[in-house]
């Protein structure tokens, strides 16, 4: 066999290899469901629930918004990003273990009919569940917005008080 033969060959070889190899997208998404099938008899939420959000990406279709979740001891504060989406726009359901947020951008006439160079904003609703850890009061929650962000307060059945006491610990 010649030389180019052989190197041929491996090509073909390399090739074919590469064309069977399983997409990186297919095993992230085969771990998720192996890992949600494993934990499921155990949490009272799915793992699905957990997203993990890239700004306002669009996830299957929908957008993720950024969110931050602050324990203050008698309450909870989630803080979402919502740049650009007018306050009548968002819809906040609380249940006594979960807290829904969604709304709807919709493109102005003025955006509409432009010779965008780059178009990179979404105009998608979006939707985000946030399984609480403690069970909260879903009739006391209050929402507030201020500079593109979404302030939610979710009060507590049982307010714990955030340890204040500082112990010096020695290594041995």
Do not use: H
């Amino acid at each position: 066999m010649s030389k180019s033969e052989k190197s041929g060959s491996i090509d073909r070889e390399r090739s074919r290899a590469l064309m069977t190899r399983p997409k990186m997208d297919d095993i992230f998404e085969n771990f998720r469901r192996e890992m949600e099938s494993m934990f499921s008899p155990l949490l009272p939420y799915s793992l699905s629930d957990w997203r993990i959000p890239i700004g306002l990406e669009v996830m299957g279709g929908e957008r993720v918004p950024l969110c931050d979740m602050i324990d203050k001891g008698d309450k909870y504060q989630i803080q979402v990003e919502v740049p650009g989406i007018e306050r009548e726009k968002i819809n906040v359901k609380a249940t006594k273990n979960s807290l829904e947020i969604t709304g709807e951008q919709s493109e102005t006439t003025e955006d509409k009919g432009k010779n965008y160079v780059y178009n990179e904003r979404s105009y998608r609703s979006f939707s985000r569940r946030i399984p609480i850890q403690e069970e909260i009061v879903p009739p006391k929650v209050t929402a507030k917005m201020s500079n593109g962000i979404l302030f939610v307060d979710l009060p507590k059945t049982t307010p714990t008080k955030p340890s204040e006491e500082v112990t010096k610990v020695e290594i041995k």
